[in-house]
């Protein structure tokens, strides 16, 4: 089992940046692909990106791409999300998951553990 911790959100004006971390532990985390979803309320959890451990892939949802980066820090086990040209719309809970299988087919139903969520609220 893997434990996720995120820190990082905030509030931010539109077009501001802020970068989100997720601090890894327990056994094995390493053969896991981490990704970062976001829920907005009323809304379904939507996946945003995904990185392989090694760090040799990454995916991202169309939504996000050219504007957010996922990498990973090994030697901290940590993985972040750094999220520029912030919008209104990207207002949402962040949440971090670990999930087995392919970088390119992440989806929330599959995730095998998730962090507790960090609020990112974006102001116009």
């Known amino acids: 089992q893997v434990q996720l911790v995120e820190s990082g959100g905030g509030l931010v004006q539109a077009g501001g940046s802020l970068r989100l971390s997720c601090a890894a532990s327990?056994?094995?985390?390493?053969?896991?692909?981490m990704g970062w979803f976001r829920q907005a309320p009323g809304k379904e959890r939507d996946f945003l990106a995904a990185?392989?451990?090694?760090?040799?892939?990454?995916s991202y949802a169309d939504s996000v791409k050219g504007r957010f980066t996922i990498s990973r820090d090994k030697a901290k086990n940590t993985v972040y999300l750094q999220m520029n040209s912030l919008k209104p719309e990207d207002t949402a809970v962040y949440y971090c998951?670990?999930?087995?299988?392919?970088?390119?087919?992440?989806?929330?139903?599959?995730?095998?553990?998730w962090g507790q969520g960090t609020q990112v609220t974006v102001s116009s």
């Open positions: 998951a670990a999930v087995r299988g392919s970088v390119y087919q992440v989806v929330a139903e599959e995730v095998l553990s």
């Open positions: 327990g056994r094995n985390f390493s053969n896991y692909i």
């Open positions: 990185i392989t451990w090694s760090g040799s892939s990454t």
